[in-house]
């Protein structure tokens, strides 16, 4: 069969794989608009049908484009069609039409060689335009040698960048495919330099666990950590690509509902607050504030005055100090012990003489008067509310700030204060994180609970009553009425029914509860993140499943990682996996070669990747006063509006017309210009690496405008003037 008569049939399958999924996608319409008009279930019953039509819809909605990537030829002659997802016959649910990428079966797709062709004799790889094939290339195992074709893998790469991060579920490679499909239930670590495909290959992982662990991942999602929001909105668009849509994307800084900050501290204070030993600070400050009386407090009751001593309040405190409670709940056990003394004391005044010890019930009736009149006494709140306060994580963090005598109290660093206690700055954030665990629910939240578990006990009674009188006239009932009133209605189901059900998505659920807990959790650009960072973390994730991404040559954090195992081993002790990524599939050769000149200067002991391919563009530099700065980049910005692609001005802060490159951190541009190195380079081994960064987010093109001499690493570059190029 020749080359035209193989295309054409292989658009006539891939133009009935769309039909198919059109008919799917019909058919799941159809099963959702039935949920969404159902009866005869309960509440949650219907909620959990309607929810699971609509992520069946959009797992089919993402296909629409790229629905068939691939085929495999085994040498037994079987062909398998490779996709975004799987489809089956319409005739036998269990044979396959379509394999989802994910699949055991595919793997071969991915891994196959002319060394270990895995059973393979041949891999095709379709090239498509929206729904049609155009055309295809061909791997024959065992005539073409033994590395894997990189037809569609170089068009892939040398394609112009859209908006955001593609996924490569048709190009993934061998080591990439390794990882993404690791059998490993707990912390994975993925390190790579620039450009190897971490970040894309960890999202590709979840999607792969998503997929292979489904219904233990969908009650409770995965949630993504990225280093800031530009970052996030590149790579959002990756997971639902590929059929998976519960995920919830956040910065570090973004971890705690309702307070989202991106402002930053110094590199000395954000070392301070990064460190464990901000614990047994927040600790401090707390007990801090559960204060014994310097002087008696006298509270009134029934004319009788009685005193809290600091002896009573400091055995009081130590009670509640024992419950194991937070503080705010704690403050509880510290209540009901100040109580009983005082109604004791008021007690043996108010009764003597007159009321018999004989006469249990007049003592309770008598105490139980007392308890009540402190409990609305104005005199004992106030007292309360000075030894034992209701506190906020942001009250109390705010105070110790602009306190210097309460951060002397709690053994803090002075230069931890501030004049402004809520400016708050992103190294803050695992801090108040942790003071949501040291104080727990403060009055309004314990209220609310309350409140919630008691409409809900109320509306079980209800249901009961309705059970107990639907039950009560069985004698007028025929068996079949008896078997439903009496076996197949439930309290519990019935209650259902006047409950109304949280109806937001698990993404809008979870990204409002800060206690929400994740099955699996990513954290791209991990070397960033300090001691303080990784408690808020694991807290988020009690099963330890976590993909961390990250590149320690790259660290620009005064507080975060100079090594996984300080950062893992204290929660997962010899029971994490790593993984390294060698090749470079991003930068091209010639810019690779002057970024690993930088790498060199600051980490001599780390090896640059190598890239995957050269496109014949050297990177180039040109020298200019700072008069000349704005036309320059002006020049640059015109020039590259009338390429295809994306581009960006990198310079350090302080520069108009650039961006830090702390801000370009995982994101990737056709064109790089870097300005004035040489600043970038002066902020010591942290500019280094930022120089680092910026150099290698370029895919195509890269050019350097520099004030002073060329600092010794850039020395390589061609030198530019305008837009001629010196040679």
């Not at 309460?406 to 695992?430: F, K």
């Not at 990682?561 to 050769?589: C, F, I, K, Q």
Request: a negative charge.
């Amino acid at each position: 069969m020749g080359y035209e008569e193989e295309l054409r049939s292989e658009r006539d399958y891939v133009a009935g794989l769309y039909a198919r999924l059109d008919a799917e996608r019909a058919r799941v319409k159809a099963a959702y608009q039935s949920a969404l008009g159902g009866t005869g279930e309960t509440v949650m019953e219907r909620d959990n049908e309607v929810r699971a039509r609509h992520r069946e819809m959009k797992r089919l909605n993402v296909a629409d484009y790229g629905l068939c990537f691939g085929r495999l030829d085994s040498l037994d002659g079987e062909t398998s069609y490779i996709g975004r997802i799987g489809l089956f016959d319409e005739d036998n649910e269990f044979e396959p039409v379509l394999l989802d990428w994910r699949a055991p079966a595919a793997r071969p797709f991915y891994t196959a060689t002319g060394a270990q062709p895995e059973g393979m004799s041949r891999r095709r790889q379709f090239h498509a335009r929206r729904r049609a094939v155009t055309g295809f290339t061909d791997e024959v195992f065992g005539k073409l040698g033994d590395e894997r074709g990189d037809v569609a893998l170089l068009a892939a790469l040398n394609a112009p960048r859209g908006a955001g991060m593609r996924d490569i579920v048709a190009t993934i490679q061998a080591e990439q495919d390794a990882i993404i499909r690791l059998d490993h239930p707990g912390v994975l670590v993925i390190e790579g330099g620039p450009g190897t495909g971490k970040t894309v290959v960890a999202l590709h992982r979840v999607a792969y666990l998503m997929y292979t662990q489904r219904e233990r991942m969908e009650r409770h999602g995965v949630l993504v950590v990225g280093p800031n929001p530009a970052f996030l909105n590149h790579i959002g668009r990756v997971l639902p690509s590929l059929g998976e849509s519960d995920v919830v994307f956040a910065t570090a800084g973004g971890l705690l509902p309702g307070l989202d900050v991106v402002l930053e501290d110094t590199p000395d204070v954000t070392r301070l607050k990064g460190s464990l030993k901000m614990v047994d600070v927040l600790k401090s400050a707390v007990a801090d504030r559960q204060r014994l009386p310097s002087s008696p407090i006298p509270i009134t009751m029934k004319d009788v005055v009685v005193q809290i001593n600091a002896d009573v309040a400091e055995w009081a405190r130590q009670e509640a100090r024992d419950s194991g409670l937070p503080h705010n709940e704690a403050r509880k056990v510290f209540t009901e012990i100040i109580t009983y003394v005082l109604t004791e004391r008021a007690l043996g005044r108010i009764g003597k003489g007159w009321l018999s010890r004989s006469d249990r019930q007049g003592w309770e009736d008598m105490r139980s008067g007392l308890v009540k009149e402190l409990a609305d006494d104005e005199a004992f709140a106030s007292a309360l509310d000075e030894m034992w306060p209701v506190l906020t994580p942001q009250q109390l963090l705010a105070s110790l700030y602009s306190s210097p005598e309460r951060l002397a109290a709690a053994g803090a660093d002075p230069s931890l204060y501030r004049a402004d206690g809520e400016a708050w700055t992103v190294p803050d954030v695992p801090l108040l994180d942790e003071l949501h665990e040291l104080l727990g629910r403060d009055g309004t939240e314990q209220a609310a609970a309350q409140a919630a578990t008691a409409e809900r006990q109320a509306e079980a009674r209800y249901a009961a009553e309705v059970l107990d009188s639907l039950v009560g006239r069985q004698d007028h009932m025929d068996d079949e009425d008896h078997l439903f009133a009496t076996d197949l209605m439930f309290a519990e189901d019935l209650a259902d029914r006047f409950d109304e059900h949280d109806t937001r998505t698990l993404v809008e659920r979870a990204s409002a509860d800060r206690g929400w807990t994740y099955r699996h959790v990513v954290v791209d650009e991990a070397q960033e993140l300090s001691e303080m960072d990784w408690r808020v973390l694991m807290r988020r994730c009690p099963g330890r499943s976590f993909t961390v991404v990250g590149d320690l040559a790259q660290r620009r954090s005064p507080a975060g990682a100079t090594s996984w195992g300080e950062m893992l081993d204290p929660y997962v002790p010899g029971r994490w996996e790593y993984r390294s990524l060698t090749v470079n599939y991003r930068t091209p050769a010639e810019i690779m070669a002057v970024a690993a000149q930088v790498l060199a200067e600051f980490a001599p002991d780390v090896r640059a990747p190598e890239s995957v391919r050269a496109n014949g563009v050297e990177p180039w530099a040109r020298q200019v006063t700072t008069a000349e700065l704005p036309a320059a980049i002006e020049e640059f910005v015109l020039a590259e509006a009338s390429e295809e692609g994306t581009s960006v001005v990198i310079g350090p802060p302080g520069v108009p017309g650039t961006v830090p490159a702390s801000e370009t951190k995982g994101l990737e541009y056709d064109s790089v210009l870097v300005v004035a190195p040489e600043r970038i380079l002066a902020d010591g081994p942290r500019g280094a690496a930022e120089l680092y960064v910026a150099l290698t987010r370029a895919t195509q093109r890269l050019g350097v405008l520099h004030h002073e001499p060329l600092p010794a690493a850039l020395a390589g570059l061609t030198a530019k003037v305008s837009d001629r190029t010196i040679v």
